[in-house]
């Protein structure tokens, strides 16, 4: 009973924040539907549970089930696809004999605490869309009997599938990085996130300018917010709303836009016009890149652009505007140039599974980095009953060095919030991004201010 009213205040809940969010027709609106659908199911998701729960339970599991959901067709389509591989990389580095790799769980073959059982992955498109994916996990979990879900999820598609999760007492782990996901007004109980979350991200972004300021006399005082108006943006607008203030930086301009936008002239001209020494941009790849277009067209450049991961992290971005975003910043939480035999190893595996040349992103490394996590909380569990692997993963114990991410450490708090994971800021130079921030993993000092377009 208990189970079945926290999934219909959570179904309630996700579909008024969706609601609200706004942006285009693929993350809002229809999702509290699906939530209310699956609140509704009670009785058939206690049955579907205890089924799939007794199908594994066996310590002598030849295969375990672990969902993956990623956009595979639409317009995320090419990034849904490398997110993917990187799992399917992931799931080869467990189920065969790397001793030649530092990564967790590479040295046998399989799970060594369930009789080197295998994973299998059952992957399903989301579509990028919360009601598609919202039914599609319900299938996994109904029908697959996947034990733990995973995958690449925005954060409007993480709080839908949440509450299908929820119901049927699933594990879900993303790096959807709101912040509401691991509030406590939330009340998520299956959700786990080990990445850091958006204020995490947003107060080292100001602590960054506080650190240029003072290391470089780069003289930055005033900041323009540029947000698309999803749960992605929006919520990363409010945290920094809030930072801006409390750091001493004025916000001379504060745009929100449709992610579905095709033309920004206007709001570009409105920055141009406040002219702040920083731009803040929370954007998908789409919608970056036609900014920056923008930005050239009109001949503006500020001291400095530093993105909220999305789109600044996605391939397509990168491959289109090639040269055009020299110098520009982003938050991360990863970079190529982390130096530990892992991250390293994998960077130049992942070159296998992708044979048109694409290299590891950070979006990617977040995302096969929960796909470990939950293998590792399976084996530490030593079981693939639902409950125990929750349980594993609230205590998870790993030597952060070996994963793909080597965060500081590892501290769950009660809402499923990792409050040890750090991030990095990462600036383009000659193609690449380098880590400029903090001190003790930069590669290289920032460029700063920008170079302008005629300049280049």
């Not at 942006?23 to 049955?47: K, L, R, V, W």
């Not at 999820?153 to 699933?170: D, M, N």
């Not at 995490?200 to 917010?225: C, H, M, P, R, W």
């Not at 050239?296 to 289109?320: A, M």
């Amino acid at each position: 009973m208990q189970k079945k009213v926290l999934a219909v205040a959570l179904a309630t809940t996700m579909g008024m924040s969706l609601a609200a969010c706004g942006g285009s027709s693929s993350s809002s609106g229809s999702a509290s539907t699906t939530a209310a659908a699956a609140a509704a199911s009670e009785t058939t998701a206690g049955e579907s549970a205890a089924e799939a729960s007794e199908a594994t339970e066996d310590a002598n599991v030849e295969t375990i089930k672990i969902g993956f959901l990623t956009p595979m067709s639409g317009s995320n389509a090419t990034y849904g696809l490398q997110v993917k591989a990187a799992g399917e990389m992931i799931r080869d580095v467990i189920n065969e004999a790397h001793p030649e790799l530092a990564c967790a769980l590479a040295e046998a073959a399989g799970l060594p605490n369930l009789n080197g059982a295998k994973i299998e992955l059952v992957f399903a498109d989301s579509k990028q869309d919360p009601t598609t994916a919202a039914s599609e996990v319900k299938r996994l979990i109904t029908e697959e009997n996947v034990v733990l879900m995973t995958g690449q999820y925005t954060s409007a598609v993480t709080k839908a599938v949440a509450v299908v999760t929820e119901t049927y007492g699933i594990p879900l782990l993303t790096a959807g990085s709101s912040p509401s996901l691991t509030d406590p007004d939330t009340g998520l109980e299956w959700y786990f996130r080990y990445c850091p979350n958006d204020d995490y991200f947003i107060e080292d972004a100001f602590k960054y300018l506080d650190y240029l300021n003072e290391s470089q006399g780069a003289d930055i005082k005033t900041v323009a917010l540029v947000s698309e108006d999803t749960e992605f943006g929006a919520n990363i607008r409010i945290s920094e709303q809030t930072l801006a203030e409390q750091y001493g930086y004025e916000v001379v301009e504060d745009i929100s836009y449709s992610s579905s936008a095709t033309n920004v002239s206007s709001e570009v001209l409105r920055i141009k016009t406040a002219d702040p020494d920083a731009i803040f941009m929370a954007s998908y790849s789409s919608d970056a890149i036609l900014y920056m277009k923008t930005f050239k067209e009109q001949n503006y450049l500020p001291k400095l652009i530093l993105g909220q991961r999305g789109g600044f992290v996605q391939t397509d971005f990168l491959d289109t505007m090639g040269k055009d975003i020299e110098y520009i910043c982003t938050t991360a939480g990863w970079s190529a140039d982390i130096d530990t035999d892992a991250s390293k190893q994998l960077v130049e595996l992942y070159e296998q599974y992708t044979p048109d040349g694409t290299v590891l992103s950070e979006g990617c490394v977040k995302d096969m980095s929960n796909l470990l996590i939950g293998a590792i909380a399976i084996n530490q569990a030593g079981s693939t009953e639902p409950e125990a692997i929750r349980e594993a993963l609230r205590n998870l114990d790993v030597d952060t060095s070996i994963l793909p991410i080597p965060w500081t450490g590892i501290t769950m708090n009660e809402y499923g919030q990792n409050t040890s994971g750090n991030s990095f800021i990462v600036q383009r130079i000659d193609g690449e991004y380098r880590t400029v921030y903090p001190t003790n993993a930069a590669a290289i000092e920032t460029t700063v201010p920008m170079p302008g377009w005629d300049e280049r």
